[in-house]
Each structure stands twice: as structure tokens, then as C-alpha cells.
């Protein structure tokens, strides 16, 4: 496979995913970006936790979820648990922003 033949390829698989995202957002409630991922879920939890060295990251839970990755066969996910180092930013939807 040529360097075209991939670059092509995952811009395809991008533009996939951006539909898939556009025919589902309706359904969530919440939009929810970490270092790593973006996910849509209809219930979160974040707990701030300290290591033992003291540095700060967070658990975040989510349930009834979809998750922005091309690479992932299954994007609806009915539990998930991310832990990051890195601030989360949620944003609620309001059905006028679909």
C-alpha cells in the first residue's frame, strides 16, 4: 500500500466517522473531550484523585456512550471508565445546537 493509498484511506475512514457522529449526536446529552478521546454520553461522573506522589488525575465514568475512533469496530459503548492526567472539558448539548 502507497503513502496516497493510506492517506486516502483514512480520510475516508475520518469522513465515515463524522457521519456516524452527525446521524448520533442527537441522541446524548453531553459531549465530553479528554487528552485522548471525544465522547458523547448521556451520563458522566468525574472524581478527582491524587497519587501517592501527589500529582492529580481523573476517573471519569460514563454511561450510554459513543466514542470518536476510527480504529474502534464498536463505537456504542454501554460503560466506560478513562483515566487521564489532563483536564476533562464537558459541554452540555441543548437540542437547539443540534
Known amino acids: 500500500m502507497s503513502a496516497e493509498d493510506l492517506e486516502k484511506y483514512e480520510t475516508e475512514m475520518e469522513l465515515q466517522l463524522y457521519r456516524e457522529y452527525r446521524d448520533v449526536v442527537g441522541l446524548f446529552s453531553y459531549v465530553i473531550e479528554t487528552e485522548r478521546r471525544f465522547y458523547l454520553a448521556n451520563e458522566y461522573k468525574i472524581e478527582v484523585r491524587n497519587t501517592a506522589d501527589g500529582e492529580v488525575f481523573f ?4 454511561r450510554d456512550a459513543w466514542v470518536w475512533d476510527m480504529f474502534r469496530p464498536a463505537r456504542f459503548v454501554k460503560n466506560v471508565r478513562v483515566v487521564t492526567f489532563k483536564d476533562v472539558n464537558v459541554e452540555e448539548l441543548t437540542k437547539a445546537e443540534l
Do not use: D, M, T
Not at 476517573?59 to 460514563?62: A, F, H, N
Open 59 to 62: 476517573e471519569l465514568s460514563l
